[in-house]
């Protein structure tokens, strides 16, 4: 089993009380309704589908119950860091 | 009205006893969820000081996250509500019943379905976690002693996993 550090909790915890919650760093556009249908396309369903080192938002959701980001490998599956949400890109 | 009601538990009240374990039901309890963005806001109303680390216990009330902790008192405690503050004092009593798992090889029954080591899990120490599929908190109260706090309609499941776990 994987063990994934939660920067809340601080500790290594077993992947089975984590959700893996999609790609991370999207914003949400400041102006919604001056977004064009290509830009919201591009907003809600265009994702990057990386060989390698990804970012993604992960929650400890059978824990402390908080979304963090992480970079993983996806090949590997390897985490090779995760840090608390609002922080920058790493 | 209500308190004329008689209480129907989802597990049976007859503790379960096994080879170096017992499980039993805690009696009932007040429960209460708390969450605030600041804990000296919540020390403030309940005039306790809070365990502030993740993890921590201290006078019945688990850190279960950064902004949240759970309260467990007596029946009948009186919790203020806290109306008006940014705060919420949620009663969740009869969301969950406690399961009370103790003996030298209660650490061992619990590791049967939970992925945490609880050989490494400190006296004092509470967490949300999971049983196989069932997610519970965990409070170890004493070396051999630990309440598992789990929402009352997987509790029936959750006895059946930890009994069968402890007669093997």
């Known amino acids: 089993m994987i063990l994934i550090h939660c920067p809340y909790c601080d500790e290594k915890r077993p992947e089975i009380e984590f959700a893996n919650a999609g790609q991370a760093h999207i914003a949400r556009p400041l102006d919604p309704a001056g977004q064009s249908d290509a830009d919201w396309e591009a907003y809600l369903f265009i994702r990057a589908n990386p060989r390698g080192r990804h970012h993604e938002r992960w929650r400890h959701v059978h824990g402390c119950g908080r979304f963090f980001n992480a970079v993983r490998d996806t090949v590997t599956d390897k985490f090779e860091t995760t840090y608390k949400a609002g922080e920058p890109r790493r | ?168």
């Open chain 2, 1 to 168: 009205m209500s308190d004329t009601l008689i209480r129907h538990e989802p597990v049976s009240d007859v503790p379960f006893v096994a080879d170096g374990v017992r499980i039993s039901l805690a009696p009932p309890m007040q429960r209460h969820a708390l969450r605030a963005r600041n804990a000296e806001d919540l020390e403030r109303l309940l005039k306790v000081k809070l365990p502030r680390n993740i993890g921590a216990s201290e006078g019945g009330i688990m850190c279960l996250g950064p902004d949240e902790w759970y309260l467990r008192s007596e029946a009948g405690a009186a919790i203020p509500k806290g109306e008006g503050l940014h705060l919420a004092v949620t009663n969740v009593s009869e969301r969950s019943i406690c399961l009370v798992i103790e003996g030298p090889r209660a650490s061992e029954i619990l590791m049967a379905g939970c992925p945490l080591d609880l050989d490494q899990f400190a006296v004092g120490r509470a967490t949300r976690t999971i049983y196989e599929t069932v997610e519970i908190i965990i409070l170890r109260e004493a070396e051999d002693r630990f309440h598992v706090e789990v929402w009352r309609s997987f509790s029936a499941w959750l006895w059946t996993a930890m009994t069968t776990a402890a007669r093997h």
